[in-house]
């Protein structure tokens, strides 16, 4: 597979894991829109790749993803900011089809699309300096893009209504706590253990693997069918309000 078509994304990869890191630094690796669609067709490229067995992610600097990069001018046109929330879908079909176990590596904060994108892996590991949050309230939006599928199957159902209407950021304990995370590593030890951790699954019974993970995936596809399509379109309308695109 080739990769080197992805300007936001640096790919590596190291015998059969390879390592995504989101590559706008600077921006806390906030999404613009076209890395919003790098992302999307990187993981339906990972789900056709059959060279690799592992994947890992994480983001380049101080942080995972900042979310959205609203810095940039949103999308003025109706055309564009339907064709946004279209991916919006296809992102979280493309991640959960794939068979190959995912790791985050929560380097940094984590808010909006970018909590989603760490809690949509398989395992999730927290440096001691991460923070998460689903900040979509914090602006006026609907908590659309997958929040509202994957925090009650993590935290519960009152717990993930109550972070995800305050848009409260926590810290990595707290999200150790609750069940957000797998583990909270020091910040120095993160890239080492996500390592160790891919190692240690390429190196198991692959079909064994990726059967247990495509089995308890069909709760999450359940509740991706019952829940996003709902979720995603108050985002969509809450956004027309907040963004007001022209037809």
Not at 133 to 151: E, R
Not at 225 to 236: L, P
């Amino acid at each position: 597979m080739d990769y080197s078509k992805y300007k936001y994304i640096l790919v590596e990869q190291v015998g059969k894991i390879l390592r995504l890191t989101l590559n706008r630094p600077d921006s806390l690796n906030a999404l613009t829109l076209d890395m919003h669609t790098e992302v999307t067709n990187i993981f339906y490229d990972i789900r056709h790749d059959p060279d690799i067995d592992v994947v890992t992610i994480t983001g380049a600097g101080r942080g995972f993803c900042a979310g959205a990069d609203l810095n940039e001018p949103p999308p003025k046109d109706k055309a564009s900011f339907d064709k946004l929330f279209a991916e919006a879908r296809t992102l979280l079909v493309n991640i959960l089809e794939i068979e190959k176990p995912i790791i985050a590596g929560v380097n940094g904060p984590a808010a909006g699309l970018g909590v989603t994108l760490a809690l949509f892996a398989d395992i999730v590991i927290a440096s001691d300096r991460a923070k998460l949050g689903d900040t979509h309230v914090k602006i006026g939006l609907a908590a659309g893009d997958g929040g509202a599928v994957i925090w009650p199957l993590l935290v519960g159902v009152n717990k993930a209504k109550e972070m995800l209407m305050t848009g409260r950021v926590i810290d990595a304990q707290e999200a150790l706590r609750i069940g957000l995370v797998n583990q909270v590593v020091p910040h120095e030890d993160l890239d080492q253990t996500v390592m160790d951790t891919a190692r240690e699954l390429a190196g198991g019974h692959k079909m064994a693997i990726q059967a247990s993970k495509k089995a308890v995936n069909l709760y999450l596809k359940w509740m991706l069918n019952q829940v996003f399509d709902y979720s995603c379109t108050m985002e969509y309308i809450t956004g027309l309000n907040v963004f007001k695109p022209q037809e």
